[in-house]
Every structure is written in C-alpha cells, then in structure tokens.
C-alpha cells in the first residue's frame, strides 16, 4: 500500500468575478450507519479513514475526467486524530508491514 498524496483543490480564481473565492476539494459523503464513529467527531478535525474500493466507471473527455466507485469496506484509525505529518508516516509504515 502506497503512502496518502495530497489532494491539491481546485482554484476558481479563474474567473473573472471580484468576489473572493475559496479552493474546491473534491468531496463525499456517506450515511452514518457505514461510519458510525463520525458522530462523536468535530468539524474541521482531520481523521484517518481507509476504503477498500470497486471501481465501476471511468469518464475521460476534452474538459472533464472522472472515476467511480463503491466503498466495500472501510476501516477508521482513530489513532491518526492527534498524529503529526511524521507520526501519521511512520503509522502508516506500520500498518502496511502488519504491526498494528
């Protein structure tokens, strides 16, 4: 398993309008009896959720491209709440070798 890339977000500062923008992530969202745990989580805190994912599409046009999925699995690590950026990697090491 590869370590997590950074999403970068999408700009619209594009456009022409003066109206002050803010970056655009892509998104999800998923029912809460899939991730219970969400409903003692804050706002804005960051969290470590891990997929096992079934692609079932792909889009690729002259403007646009686009992946789909189904989650088959998901499993939450708790532990990465309070991680930092080198606690999280030497984690994430572990978990793939089998340690945690």
Do not use: C
């Amino acid at each position: 398993m590869s370590t997590f890339r950074k999403i970068e977000p999408e700009n619209p500062k594009k456009f022409d309008a003066e109206v002050p923008r803010k970056d655009i992530y892509p998104r999800f969202s998923i029912d809460l009896k899939h991730l219970p745990e969400a409903k003692k989580w804050e706002i804005k805190k960051k969290y470590g959720v891990s997929f096992e994912l079934e692609m079932t599409g792909i889009e690729i046009g002259e403007r646009y491209s686009n992946v789909s999925f189904e989650i088959k699995a998901i499993r939450v690590d708790s532990k990465v709440k309070d991680m930092s950026k080198k606690e999280f990697g030497d984690y994430q090491t572990k978990v793939r070798s089998g340690q945690v």
